[in-house]
């Protein structure tokens, strides 16, 4: 079914297909999705914050093999989060639910390869949490576009887009892609939006990632899902905590401004950008084990790709 954008039963069977297609899965496992190295598709193309960058997303899907004609199979797996909420708006207008649907379509299109991961921006639009940008509401500025868009209609695709927002997977697991553990074990790569920061994490589930998300992991500053996507201020010792606990060697996250395009947050996280003209993306072979250094130089700017 092919995806209109001008149509609000188009763009609202679009997120209920990738709501289908997150949840039935085969690589779901609890809240999280898990690669293996056997996968037949070892090359995963990781990626930070996109903020509906329509350059970035663009040369996503290429750099992805996604861009081809219908029954096309994409060249690697793609992770994308925190894909709503521009800083660049049209005529004044937050129109990012057109991107949100086509990342929707995109993962009913390739169930397999695409991986969108939860990010707190989206969690905002079920959780009725406003977020400020620059003084502006930006929860407020997007509900307002979908009117825009969809008029009476408006109503019905957010109730769509909801139940994908609820469908999407907290992280991606990558089993040996890691560095080694603290006791040398090999440990898993595991790409995320962010982790639990200190002032909440005494509230934090850390077994979240084995089972399904409940509403109550939604709520605002006291459910592990919510706590997850919101955390700041990650220290040494608590980004070791969680690689003991979850057994994962590296992890990939976005969330935090990286005005270079990526940032080390702790020896065993690197933190992406995707939405600016320094925005990065990183391909990763998941037969091997990677830390946050060499992910970091693994980046390629996106800006220096030719279209």
């Known amino acids: 079914m092919s995806l209109d954008l001008r149509d609000s039963h188009s763009v609202a069977a679009a997120f209920l297909r990738g709501a289908q297609a997150n949840r039935e899965s085969v690589l779901r496992r609890g809240s999280i999705e898990v690669l293996t190295p056997d ?9 930070g914050d996109l903020h509906d960058n329509p350059i970035s997303f663009a040369r996503l899907l290429k750099a992805a093999g996604m861009d081809g004609p219908e029954g096309s199979v994409p060249r690697a797996h793609l992770t994308l989060h925190e894909l709503i909420h521009p800083d660049t708006l049209s ?74 927002v609820r469908s999407m997977p907290l992280g991606l697991r990558c089993v040996g892609a890691g560095a080694p553990l603290a006791d040398g074990r090999p440990g898993d ?64 996250l976005g969330h ?26 990183a391909e990763l072979d998941v037969r091997n084990p990677w830390d946050a250094g060499a992910i970091a130089s693994y980046c390629i700017k996106i800006a220096a790709i030719d279209d």
């Open 39 to 47: 996968d037949p598709t070892p090359a995963l193309i990781v990626t």
């Open 189 to 252: 790569l595991l790409c995320a939006h962010s982790l639990p920061g200190p002032d909440l994490f005494d509230r934090f589930d850390p077994g979240i990632l084995e089972r399904d998300i409940t509403e109550d992991d939604r709520t605002p500053r006291r459910g592990s899902a919510h706590i997850l996507v919101w955390g700041r201020g990650q220290s040494e010792a608590l980004v070791e905590d969680l690689s003991h606990r979850w057994n994962v060697g590296t992890f990939v």
């Open 91 to 164: 005529n004044g207008r937050d129109l990012s639910v057109r991107v949100f649907a086509k990342v929707a379509d995109l993962k009913a299109r390739f169930p397999r390869h695409v991986h969108t991961l939860l990010a707190n921006h989206e969690l905002a639009e079920i959780v009725g949490a406003g977020i400020i940008k620059d003084g502006v509401n930006v929860v407020k500025l997007f509900d307002e576009g979908v009117e825009f868009l969809f008029g009476e209609d408006a109503p019905m695709v957010m109730d769509a887009l909801r139940e994908f």
């Open 256 to 281: 935090e401004k990286a005005p270079e395009g990526w940032l080390r947050l702790a020896n065993r996280a690197v933190v992406l950008n995707t939405d600016h003209h320094e925005g990065v993306y």
